[in-house]
């Protein structure tokens, strides 16, 4: 299939910081555009359609009523709305291309998919390639930030103000996920991972395996038990070396080569059906490079090559 046959691109923007401590990701999807992410994918031979932003209620004017779960009633009300974006998109035959904003987003964006996978009859899997394995609850975040809950939300643990967006139903199998690059969870999040089986792999891991293996092996996976596939990458995966702008900066992350080869095996097995960039922040950036970055990253995700 030529690029120009394949689905257009819808860019959806999410502008929230609410889900996080660190102010500035809400900033991200406008240092995304800046950075060119459509004309790169134009350039690939892609239609490229963008959504605008899904409206996000301002830190400023707001109080935190919940603590262990900081700005719930904005956030529920922005992914559900996102949810609703990314299904429409979805139905009318499109690719949605989300872009973040905190990671709470996805909550929102696997909402959408899950909804659209129903009534569709197909199977939902996931690639988290993420620092953080953002499968905390209420009970278990230590900080009440719910950019750290979306896993968790999506395999129907949490509030159910989250549970439910997009849908009373349970949106994702957590034996549909494959975590990547995994550097730093918290002692609740273990729990959970081992509890419900989640397949999640460390950065100890990709060091011994190296990332292509790690990534054929997550795509063979998921394919045998998915229709739909859905990368939700968290900047912070890489290394803050290379991409400093991020929410949560962890040392020991992914290289430059091995992020872009993970996207570049993704784009090869033609599997992609989805894909949302979280977590860019430009006020501990420098001269937008992380923004940069991630849209290139996106670009060898959709099928840019070397030759
Ligand atoms: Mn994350």
Redesign the pocket.
Known sequence: MSRTDRPPVHIIGFPMDLGADRRGVDMGPSALRIAEIDNRLRRLGYRVFDEGDVPVSRQEILTVDNPRLKYLPQIADSCENLARTVRRVLDGGGFPLALGGD?SMSIGTIAGLAAHCREQNKRLGIIWI?A?A?INTGETSPSGNI?GMPVAVSVGLGVTELTTVGGEFRKLDPENIVMIGLRSVDLGEKQIIHNKRIQAITMTQVDRLRIDQVVEHALDYLQERADHIHVSF?L?SVDPLIVPGVGTPVPGGLTYREAHLAMEIIAERGALGSLEV??VNPILDIKNQSALFAAELVASAMGKRIL
Do not use: I, S
Request: glycine share 0%; hydrophobic share 10%; charged share 55%.
């Open positions: 990671h993420d953080h953002d950019h968290d912070d979280a977590e």
